[in-house]
């Protein structure tokens, strides 16, 4: 079955240290992959996606991700953790073989001063 | 840009009354979606737009969920009448292009519909 887990539902970072969000799929097709961050109130927002090429994509706000085709997962990181970072981030895969977009249950990251 | 447009920001109803949500995307933009976010979890679709077609309902209950998008702008998403379980937060999102599989989509900040 098609699935996008986030094995995590929160993860806590102190402030400068190094973020990973994780996330990995399950899909029949060639993946789409995408991650979104959702402020509290506010709609989500896009930060970056993988559709071919490189398998390091970067993204807003100092994000980037890597695709791991054989782990089949696509996991967030940023390099140095900001308290402004603090929000829900989603994993959405496109499986490419019936076009459904599968989004993950959310992951909250919690950045501590 | 101005961003995608949702109103009202929040609503509060009883069970078995009707409400309606709308939804104004980014101009220009050809695909529209409606989700449903329930806490805790992901966005659900509703309904994804192509112009003012219809290209996924698959997951909208159409018992009392129905939805338009009259001249391919702006759209409206009506339940009628109210569950409780539909307390959720209903978003919309637009992307640009007809090809819209790679796209990102752009969301609006959301409606919060209490069901009582």
């Known amino acids: 079955a098609q699935s996008v887990a986030q094995p995590e539902d929160q993860v806590n970072v102190a402030e400068g240290n190094p973020l990973t969000v994780k996330c990995t799929y399950s899909v029949s097709g060639n993946p789409y992959l995408f991650w979104y961050v959702q402020y509290p109130n506010r709609g989500l927002q896009f930060l970056l996606k993988?559709?071919?090429?490189d398998n390091l994509v970067k993204g807003s706000y100092g994000f980037e991700a890597e695709f791991n085709k054989s782990q089949t997962s696509f996991h967030l990181k940023k390099p140095s953790a900001l308290v402004s970072d603090s929000a829900l981030y989603f994993c959405a895969v496109r499986d490419m073989s019936n076009y459904q977009l599968i989004w993950g249950a959310g992951t909250k990251l919690i950045i501590k001063p | 840009e101005a961003g995608v447009a949702q109103s009202p920001r929040y609503k509060i109803i009883e069970k078995r009354q009707s409400v309606a949500f709308w939804c104004n995307p980014i101009?220009?933009?050809?695909?529209l979606y409606w989700y449903q976010q329930i806490l805790g979890q992901g966005p659900k679709l509703l309904i994804q737009?192509?112009?003012?077609?219809?290209?996924?309902d698959s997951q909208l209950p159409k018992d009392r969920f129905s939805a338009e998008r009259l001249k391919g702008v702006d759209s409206t998403l009506k339940i009628q009448p109210a569950k409780l379980e539909d307390s959720a937060v209903y978003l919309c999102?637009?992307?640009?292009?007809?090809?819209?599989?790679?796209?990102?989509?752009?969301f609006g900040p959301g409606t919060r519909l209490t069901v009582l």
């Open positions: 999102a637009s992307s640009t292009r007809e090809d819209s599989h790679y796209n990102e989509q752009f």
């Open positions: 101009s220009g933009h050809a695909t």
């Open positions: 737009f192509q112009n003012n077609g219809v290209v996924d």
């Open positions: 993988y559709i071919t090429g």
